[in-house]
């Protein structure tokens, strides 16, 4: 679940990244979280579990999680609908699982998602399959899909446990078919998200299908962080 993957982002941080054996970790290895999709909320949940191990996390289409208890409407009558397809997926959806995990089947649901379809390249699926075709993985697709419960981006940057000291920025495809666009808009009003930007003509992957448009946004914030410390580091 998301937690289990916040504490795998944490280990890699200290371990990798901070190459440190210790548990309070070098101030100035602090690392910067970047973040698209699903992994908004593992990336979210990292920088409250170890608030000093990061300086800032960068959103791109973030994820809301449909399937969660709180957004199915009717979830007295839905939920026990939809837990009985998950459990059933999870008992018996191996031969499905086989039959989708194909490149052309793989490269066609891409074509949902990616408004700037000729991004969709065989590098592309070959990156998203070969994961997906290693021992154990239906399972783990599975357990992401069968999870209801857990945190959502709203109720994590809005918790008192969120770090004052973890600057966030969100920037968001305008033609994403998966993320409402109303929705992201507002995590703007909260406290923690200092910018919300829409990125005109991509869909749900716009580091992937239109780099020129995340990248200097993604430097600029570098910026913006690098400067905090500076000032911090003055104070």
């Not at 770090?163 to 033609?175: D, L, Q, R």
Request: with cysteine; glycine share 4%; hydrophobic share 40%.
């Amino acid at each position: 679940n998301f937690y289990t993957w916040a504490e795998q982002l944490a280990d890699f941080t200290r371990d990798i990244i901070q190459d440190d054996t210790n548990t309070t970790p070098n101030t100035n290895q602090q690392t910067t979280l970047v973040c698209n999709s699903i992994g908004t909320i593992s990336a979210l949940q990292a920088a409250i579990d170890r608030p000093s191990f990061y300086n800032g996390v960068f959103v791109v289409n973030p994820n809301f999680r449909e399937l969660h208890v709180a957004e199915i409407p009717l979830p007295g009558i839905s939920m026990p609908i939809i837990r009985s397809v998950q459990q059933l997926l999870r008992e018996k959806g191996q031969k499905l699982f086989d039959a989708l995990a194909k490149p052309a089947t793989v490269k066609q649901i891409l074509m949902e998602p990616y408004a700037v379809t000729t991004a969709v390249d065989d590098e592309l699926v070959d990156v998203l399959l070969t994961p997906l075709l290693t021992e154990g993985a239906a399972d783990v697709v599975f357990d992401t899909l069968s999870y209801s419960a857990g945190p959502l981006p709203e109720q994590q940057l809005s918790s008192q446990t969120f770090p004052e000291s973890v600057p966030v920025w969100v920037c968001y495809g305008e033609k994403d078919p998966w993320t409402p666009p109303q929705r992201v808009e507002r995590l703007g009003r909260l406290e923690r998200v200092e910018k919300v930007v829409l990125l005109p003509g991509v869909g749900h992957c716009p580091h992937d299908e239109a780099p020129e448009l995340v990248n200097p946004l993604l430097l600029e914030f570098m910026e913006r962080v690098k400067e905090r410390k500076v000032v911090e580091n003055a104070i």
